[in-house]
């Protein structure tokens, strides 16, 4: 798996007709810098409203996943997010015209070609894994639907499906090699059953939908009037069936190729989570309701071991900033310069390292035989973490000043002493506005938390 994030290195676009509203799109794989996450842009729209690949943003699952915000609604998602997952592409922009993506041929391989032909670029960023570090299980009894996340230094899915069906049976598809998406997963497509099609279309959905996007499963014996009634349905002069089979005789892709989709629909409802994961995931029967539930499920502890765990460093890996390039940004001079690398920045977390040494100029007097490190200037490194962190939301940082405007809640919970490595995490706690934000500030010590506190910041143009 990738270790730094990934763009594209040039905009791409492909188009064609939305599988459920019918509505002809055309959608641009646009380059984004790092951190940037995955968006789409309604370009229809008054105001070209942008719409986050996040969760909590879904708001219809009627047989695929859709997702709203800023008052913008992009419809069947999945299959373009499965292809964007299935390349470890991390940052893009993905501008369309229309309601929802083309569903070509009801996979996501014609993606992939688009986007390796647009090629990818490696970023000077590390991808932010959400590491699983226990069995995350999720059930539906209703639906029979059982979905767990395991602890694995990787990402693995293996998905198994069962319609009681004489034509399908039960089907199991894995996929233990992330670069091997294209080849074993990309290329299957969407399917349904005949007795499926009516009610979908009764519902208004499938509007856009073909023989050549979609496969339909016919699991009981048709007779010529019901497939004189399909051909209607589908515009097409004749359509044929074996007495069990595939509408249209379409031949499979592989003998599995439902349940690769299913994976495929896995990965990409999951690509909502916001941030890739490694974990081997099992889901046995599942569905985008099931898929989002356990995505929403997968984030909400996210969240809650963000605020608990202790950034990790690995000291073998680059750093985002170093010490030049932070100097760059913050102007402080010796002896207030008092962060040496940033190990970790996006939107709204940045994560600073300071090592301590005996030679520190404040240990002579504070204390003479028992050096301590300064309370105060525990802050003020946090406080210069953070401004990376506030100054990250401006494109020229180094015309700005950064001030401190307030502190609250602020505990020392352990001394810090020579020799001791901190590592400085702030979160913003709210969007920057008007050059002003809120941080909550934590400083560890070998995974133990020193120091806390909650900061306020604002930054100042420079005159000129």
């Known amino acids: 798996m990738n270790i730094k994030q990934h763009t594209i290195n040039s905009s791409v676009t492909v188009s064609g007709v939305g599988l ?58 999945e299959h373009t997010l499965a292809a964007l997952v299935g390349l470890q592409i991390d940052n893009v922009l ?42 995350i299980t999720y059930r539906d009894p209703e639906r029979d639907v059982e979905i767990a996340a395991l602890p694995l230094d990787d990402y693995r899915v293996t998905v198994m499906v069962d319609y009681n069906s004489p034509v399908l049976g039960s089907q199991h598809a894995t996929l233990s090699d992330i670069s091997k998406f294209k080849t074993e997963i990309a290329s299957c497509r969407t399917f349904c059953f005949l007795h499926e099609l009516e009610m979908l279309h009764s519902q208004n959905l499938i509007k856009g939908g073909d023989l050549n996007n979609a496969i339909v499963i016919v699991d009981r014996i048709v007779q010529d009037d019901e497939l004189d009634h399909l051909a209607k349905l589908f515009n097409k002069t004749k359509v044929e069936v074996k007495k069990e089979g595939i509408l249209n005789n379409v031949e499979l892709r592989y003998k599995n190729e439902p349940a690769r989709h299913k994976l495929l629909d896995v990965m990409g409802d999951m690509a909502l989570l916001g941030r890739p994961i490694k974990a081997q995931i099992l889901a046995a029967r599942p569905g985008h309701a099931a ?49 040496d690398r940033i190990v970790h920045l996006d939107d709204t977390t940045v994560v600073g390292l300071k090592n301590i040494t005996i030679n520190e100029p404040f240990f002579e007097g504070h204390f003479p035989g028992n050096p301590v490190f300064p309370g105060v200037l525990q802050i003020e490194a946090m406080a210069q973490t953070g401004g990376i962190l506030v100054l990250n939301t401006v494109p020229d940082p180094e015309n700005y000043w950064t001030y401190f405007l307030g502190i609250e809640s602020c505990r020392f919970r352990k001394m810090v002493h020579p020799g001791d490595q901190i590592l400085f995490r702030c979160e913003l706690l709210a969007p920057v506005k008007r050059g002003i934000a809120k941080m909550q500030g934590q400083a560890f010590v070998a995974g133990t938390l020193v120091c806390e506190a909650v900061m306020t910041a604002s930054i100042v143009r420079k005159d000129p």
Not at 102 to 128: C, T, V, Y
Not at 325 to 332: G, R, Y
């Open 291 to 339: 898929n989002v539930a356990f995505t929403k499920k997968l984030k909400k502890i996210m969240l809650e071991a963000n605020k608990k765990k202790a950034p990790q460093y690995d000291p073998r890996k680059p750093p985002i900033l170093d010490h030049n390039q932070i100097a760059k940004i913050l102007p402080h001079a010796y002896p207030f310069k008092l962060i």
């Open 94 to 135: 993905i501008q369309i015209d229309g309601p929802e993506p083309p569903i070509m041929d009801g996979s996501s391989i014609m993606f992939i070609d688009a986007l390796l032909e647009a090629g990818l670029k490696e970023q000077n960023a590390f991808r932010n894994y959400f590491e699983v570090t226990e069995s």
């Open 20 to 77: 459920h509203t019918g509505v002809n799109a055309n959608m641009t794989f646009v380059p984004a810098e790092a951190n940037y996450g995955i968006k789409f842009q309604r370009i229809d729209l008054p105001g070209q409203p942008i719409v986050d690949a996040d969760v909590d943003n879904v708001v219809d699952l009627s047989r695929g996943t859709t997702i709203e915000q800023n008052g913008a609604r992009i419809n069947t998602v």
